[in-house]
């Protein structure tokens, strides 16, 4: 390893760094100013975001109780478990900064839905009074809010961890990886849950069995659904964004420490620095104009303007920083063109899958045209056509991606895995402009809700939003695809640093790897089907927590349609509250199973089994984790897409089969899409850097004087303990709940015999 | 490795264990002769059965004919490909076995299909004049025919090569599982298109658009059904098993001869024809008796009477033939231990593997009934319900087979993989009782079919083979876990032979492995991505492949109601050939991509990226494919029983809301249960064996003297071209059926507006 202390030099760059990060701060600030400034609607409008507002604000502060705790059980054992390298004050650094991580992630969520809440309302106002450009920039803008406080506390949390720790940076950056990856995936999960129950539970009672549209005020689901696009869509994703741009920092660092020292470790931050920058070139070059053939064309120049500013300042950057030889790693090329290169294919593998995303889900496309034209033949073929598109456009994108990670490969020679980190940090130099766009999303769509909920809307402030939303949805699609391609390279730079970890350990044990990593071991095989297992088991119970959910949602709309007669004649006001509320306790206990089984199942692998078999499980996870979640979301990105497409007229429009036959496409599409699919990403992350954290205690007690087999297969047998008594208890409640509706559904057209 | 040659005493052994295969054959006959005996039915079910037969043999010539081609090509490429170990006679000796692997595969599904088509017409007569037991009797006694030929050509195929190629024979039985692999994946692929294609086709027009029932003779694609239950669910099935057969086998045979020589060759055999003898006495234990709770007491008691008599048998050899000390490979226990230990593991497997498919699709089960009891909401629910089911059943399926290797990985110590064979000669020690039962599955079918389509049946007789197609259901689901079961077991067994071959060549080029073969290789992560992408590529394929057949079916049938207006009054006889042709031709055409994908992309990642990436592609394939695999089938198989309990009674029975929302469930899992799933066992095969024949030419031309990148990039190039072109042809395909019925169906109800 190359001599690894900061200079004073790279000192001075790195607080540049920081106060880079801090102007995206600043610069979040003077949009949020902009945005605020903007017309709040009518008082019908004002009153409808409040409860939308009430509610989301009261279901994240319920989680963050929740995950508090969960947080401080983690923090404890941050500080007992041993690092590899390095002493207390790592340690403790460690778990500080996993603290850090935990909040700052919770505070993208709760910043970016705090905002959202308040620009959907002002984005239907302007529709109303200014048409289109300006509901538009209002919508686009609170997303660059969120955009630049992602990267801005990504950033600094990484610089601060540099110029505090120095040459142990990396390992206290663990811990502000995993901070905020837990956090994110609690919030993707809980957030989904929420969105989807209060979605699925509100289109089933509503438009399927009531007869009334979406959004209708008489629903007693719709602010719920309004909540859930706010917990969901955006507070998750606004934290998952988050823990992505940091884990890959993290792991770009914790390699380009192993390969080229100090610089390595500067390096990353540089790309970062100069993402922020390109980041807010392209927010400000993100609007209409009056030749845009349609909404996508803004967000599209505002992304690959961003994209080529980053270029050409990461260009510099690589051919004056870095060296023209390396003095450490067998390398195929020179430092400075294995940075620019590996950077320029994390660049260019962002722009091609946004356009294959967009191929796949995009309504005027080949792909949604066809399951739209199965709609024909019936639900049936409805799902099998998205299923079989799903499951195509996956490979496509897996593709992509691993031609990415090989490229990379090439280009690293012996430092490939640091080249991986590098594209992972390229893909995220336009992390801003991304998460701006993703925002945009939940932000028309509440717009649209709200306008239709309020009524003060006239025809052509509808049809604005109704563009808006449309392109929200396929933005929503690319930056899912984003997401999860930052999962795989950085999962796969992460991996590299387990690799490092291991072996600092066995060495410190004065044992050597030998053929534990190897594939052809069976326990290795054994590994992989786990780690497969893994992702298809927590695909499976985020997909049936949502349809647990939504039975109750379903079973208290009933109920309120019953006791409440006149809320069809608008006589009596529904209580959106219950709905609200019913969501909010149901997602957080749901969330607990999949995030036990990612915490823990690491845990049950690499002390049961062995750190080979852990390895094997990382790469079982990933390889099943980046097809299941390409899958998941575009099958239901087209459903939703197909169904629109229908409403656009297409087979007979509104109100007929083929149109029924699409919203059962998009009903099964929604959890796909918004539940399991997004939250695979995060996923894939917690459970690498549980390995990572685990590592030397797993090596500790596997080999060497310290070795204790009884201590290790109790540690295990407590973590699948643990996950049996979770998952058990979740299907119990499955029991209560199913049965519901049949005993007390006498109001509806459904009644049930029992068999 | 010890001494290769087989001694004196082992020859006679292995005579003896072909005369036991043989004998076998001579059982089938016995059984054979004992069916045909039974009474035909009346003259309009032996005209049904007729039409059947005929379809059916029309069907396999033509698949034959097109497969033979295929064969021929891979014989010559046989031939010109190098052998790691020994010289032309291998080569020639593997290629002549690849034509016997193959013309068995094909013999076992063509007699298999021909016997069924016969004993199903003599079920429906026999329940009629008899009742339930002679018809269960001659069902279970068809299965047991061609249960017996699948386990008597297996055994005598590898028998004989060990007598005729001595220490070569694991090579040459390469060839000899590879042609069993491939034929039975296309027989899979192919039949399981057509039976599904007819049925779906069939239902969407029938049941859905013309409101007439099931298997309702004015239907024109009942007949194509029925033949699609013997080509998929029989012929293709049973052509599987035996491909699972041969190919364990063969995987033991080439790691017994690793760690053991001869005696490790000889020993899976000696287990094989325990097999044979346990097989016997399991079929004739298999009778109905007075005091059974239902049709599966006497199956479940046919299969335990088997898999006991087994495990003492095998208990016996292990202790008198194995050697009670290791001179070769370190290991944890004796051989004698090793040896019976590891057969158990497997027998066990067999058995919990059963239980558990058991309790995820039996209709009295918990969850059937819970997504029965989704239906209540509608068809998204049903859909939502069955998939989670899915996803998560597969996790406890992979958790026994992981558990089961991982068990045969603690007992074998130092030949860890040989256990794992073993393992995986235990779990096929049932084969000839497995293979019997399922079979039973579509003779039940179809001779309900029969009875209904001819309406020459009484109330007793109905019941009585209503009845019998329920078990059926169940003992099909049973047997698709077991066979991704072997399939685990025997890829992950042939992948040690892959790395011993690996070894050899490297060896031969006079280079080491080095870390080529580490999970923590960046490409090695690639190629695990790309092993699950072509598990979902496939599954797709399969999928969206049925979706077009039966999309041409549907066109068809309605084009026949529309011309033939008197066939809904009887009057007029529906073209049923027309439908079977269709059928014929479209699952031929189709069967080439997914076939092409099999057999190319390891090709194309062995030469492209390297014999490393291959290997953890083939992880990378067992991993998602196990999950895959058992999430199809039981996802499937749990909405076929929710139907029949709602078609029982429960919630509102045939015709109510419930009753709709679960024949989507059925439709959908249609191509999940019977094309896709089951076609990943052979695939996952196929793929293993094609890299570990290709894997001294991969490293011949990697490394040493003869490298030669230019070539190897062609070859992969080339690889890659052809499944491109095929995909892209295939898609082709899809406008023009897709177009069809908007064309031409103005006589139905769904008339189509272009969008």
Partial sequence: MPDSSLSGGDSVLVWIVLVISLAALAFAYYLVRAVLAADQGTVKMR??????????????????????????????????????????????GRAIFFLIGALFSASVGFIGMTLATRGNVRVAAAANAGGYQPSFRIAYRTGGVVGMITIGLGLSGAALALLLFDETAPIVLEGFGFGGALLAMFMRVGGGIFTKAADVGADLVGKVEAGIPEDD??????????????????????????????VTLVAALILGQVFFGPVGMVFPLLVAAIGIIASVVGVLATRPGKTDSSG????????????????????????????SISDGADLAVSPQVLGFVSVFIGVVLAATIQQLTGYFTETSRKPVKDIGRSSLTGPATVILSGISLGLESAVYAALLIGGAVYGAFLVGGGAALYAVALAGCGLLTTAGVIVAMDTFGPVSDNAQGIAEMSGDIDEEGARVLTDLDAVGNTTKAITKGIAIATAVLAATALFGSYNAQIGVALDEAGDTLGDAFSLVNPNNVVGAVLGAA??????????????????RVVFEVREQFRTKPGIMNYTERPDYSAVVDICT???????????????????????????????????????????????????????????????????????????????????????????AGPAINPLIKVMNLVALIIAPAVVGLSVGEDANTTLRVLIALGAVLVIVISVVVSKRRSVVVGGAPTATADGSTLTATAP
Avoid at 57 to 77: D, E, K, M, P, S
Avoid at 534 to 551: D, E, N, T
């Fill in 47 to 92: 009153e409808i975001a409040q409860a939308v507002q009430e509610g989301a604000a009261a279901y994240l502060r319920r989680q963050f109780r929740t995950l508090g705790v969960f947080a401080v059980i983690v923090f404890v054992l941050l500080l007992v478990l041993p690092v590899a390298d390095g002493g207390w004050e790592t340690r403790v």
């Fill in 217 to 246: 005020p008489r629903n007693a689901a719709t602010i719920a659904d309004n909540v859930g696009d706010n917990v969901g869509d955006c507070a998750g994703m606004a934290a998952d964004l988050f823990e992505s741009y940091a």
């Fill in 296 to 323: 996508m064309a803004p967000i599209n120049r505002g992304f690959f303007t961003s994209a080529a500013v980053s270029l050409v300042l990461v260009a510099a950057a690589s051919f004056t920083y870095l060296p």
């Fill in 534 to 551: 893994v992702v298809f088991f927590f695909s499976g119970l985020a997909i049936s927590a949502v349809s647990r959910a939504a039975g």
């Fill in 585 to 675: 306790k149901d997602s957080l206990r749901e969330l607990a199973t999949p995030g036990l089984l990612a915490v823990l199942a690491p845990v049950a692998v690499g002390f049961g089994l062995g750190f080979g078999p852990l390895a094997a499980y990382l790469v079982g996870a990933i390889a099943a984790g980046t097809l299941m979640a390409v899958f998941l979301s575009n099958s239901g990105g087209a459903w939703d897409n197909a169904k629109k497409m229908v409403e656009d007229g297409a087979y007979g429009g509104k109100g007929s089969e083929a149109h029924a036959a699409t919203v059962i496409g998009d009903t099964v599409g929604d959890p796909f899409k918004d539940t």
